[in-house]
């Protein structure tokens, strides 16, 4: 294995830029965040304080450090819009989420049913409107959801309805359309899963007398977990700081946490208190994300 | 695998063709309205090319775009050659001190809400005082994308096998010469395909853009949405069906690259 370790020092000189690069551009500002939301609001450009001059000093340095307060934490902590924003986020993406496992769930499995070729051409086409542009995809979405839309005129016309239904804004728009968007998200993991599966242990099941539905139960659904967590986990955690779907299908008066954090930057202009935000946002989903990481390793352990 | 789980039913043909039709369906809506020459959505007022007309008159939309394929040419660019050594130093650097934080920083944009990363990497712009424009976006989406490229080729390498490398350097090769006469070639299209999902991905965002652009330099992306804001237009969909077009061509030609990959053996980037 000489040739191996040859190899080992040269990698490991080639991912010094990459590895410097997220550094300064990936921890880094996280620095600068949870700076800023220990700082105080205010009227000016940049508009918080206090601001760190590199040069000046220690003991500037130590009288800024000084200023820092958690007060904007403190605002997150007893305001009920950011309350309520955290917490429609969580039920948001988790009841996404849900619906998109049980959605999901069957395409991928059909996609695992068919044979290799067939199964290729699927995945292409899963994958395609993946790369499409998101909001291009949501878009779409508006034209068939608005007042004078195309589901308006087709229900309009086979006399389902007798007036036009307002579909758009309203939180089933939204579901519909993280749904749509995330589709792939869900269905990629599973599929990778269920694909691998080992098909005699369904014949062994079924020889032993098993019916097929409850083979799938007690062996294709327990087999299928680590696909199920990866799934959920990928689309949980953007969709919880979702921004645009919202924005642009659900109603106006229920925010998520992104909205919110959005509102308090462009709108409010109070960068401390929608880096605060970001602070919680990040905690929170740190959780979901160490869940995630444990998976994989898990499979990578499995092989 | 021997025998598949079953020859799929007509239970499993008939959710895979709901499914599929659940993601096309909207698009082909899209595509199709873009060419219908009433202004309402309702009303079909035959077929029509005068939303493309008026798209091409449209300035600001199109100096967006311009915007817009700079920025992803330069940010893809930078994006593959970075996610290139990032794949290389996780694949086959063994490990090393810092790896952990290495791959968990590469990883985490994957999945991390785009408000955590674009409001970031602002403060962290406003911080050094670096003027917002072109430069700034095209960095936020470089570090963005070069994680995705970084899953791509490091999948391609994990999947190679590495008697290659050790062969050629057993015949006297350097390791650079191995890499560069062994190596390379044989995960250059899974480095193509990178390049074009940077492409993609840099081409199709608007919140971190959002964030890190300055006024006067908006991406594609940002003038749709403030457009979208405002209420459905047919220049919209007709702008929005260019980008499929294109989108979709982009990912025809990645795919050919990367069955041209598959088809010489291992198996290649889940793409």
Known sequence: MNGRRIFTRPARIAAVAPY????????????????????????????????????????????????????NFYLLATDDIYIFSYLRSVTVALTATAILLVIGYPVA???????????????????????TSFLIRIYAWINILQHDGLLNSVLLALNIIDKPMPWLSTDSAMYLGMVYSYFPFMILPLFATLAKMDGTLLEAAS??????????????????????????LLCFIPIAGEFVIPDLLAGSDNMMIGQTLWLEFFTNRDWPVASAIAVVMLALLLVPLLVYEHIQRKQLEHG | ???????????????????????????????????????????????????????????????????SLRVGVVAASAATVLGTLAAIGLARGGFFRGRTLFSGMLYAPLVMPEVITGLSLLLLFVAIDAGRGFWTVTLAHTTLTMCFVTVVVQARLNGLDRSLEEAAMDLGCSPARAFASVTLPLIWPSIAAGWMLAFTLSLDDLVIASFTTGPGSSTLPIRIYSEVRLGVKPEINAVCTLIVAFVATVIVVASLASKLSNDRGENAAPL
């Open chain 1, 20 to 71: 410097l690069w997220m550094v300064l551009f990936f921890l880094v500002p996280f620095g600068f965040v949870l700076k800023i939301s220990l700082s105080e609001t205010v009227i000016a450009q940049p508009p918080y304080l206090p601001t760190f001059d590199i040069f000046a000093g220690w003991e500037a340095l130590r009288a800024a450090l000084a200023k820092f307060s958690t007060d």
């Open chain 1, 207 to 232: 020889d032993l007398g098993c019916s097929r539905l409850k083979a799938f139960w007690f062996i294709t659904v327990p087999l299928s977990l680590p696909g199920i967590g990866a799934g959920a």
């Open chain 2, 1 to 67: 695998m021997a025998r598949s789980l079953h020859k799929p039913s007509a239970v499993n043909i008939a959710a895979l063709a709901l499914g599929l039709a659940f993601l096309y369906l909207p698009i082909v809506i899209l595509v199709i309205y873009s060419f219908n020459a009433s202004r309402l959505v309702t009303v079909w007022g035959g077929w029509s090319l005068q939303w493309y007309r008026e798209l091409f008159n449209d300035g600001a939309m199109l100096s967006a775009a311009w915007m």
């Open chain 1, 109 to 131: 499995y059909a996609m695992a049913k068919l044979p290799r070729r067939w199964q290729a051409i699927a995945m292409m086409l899963v994958v395609v409107p993946f790369w």
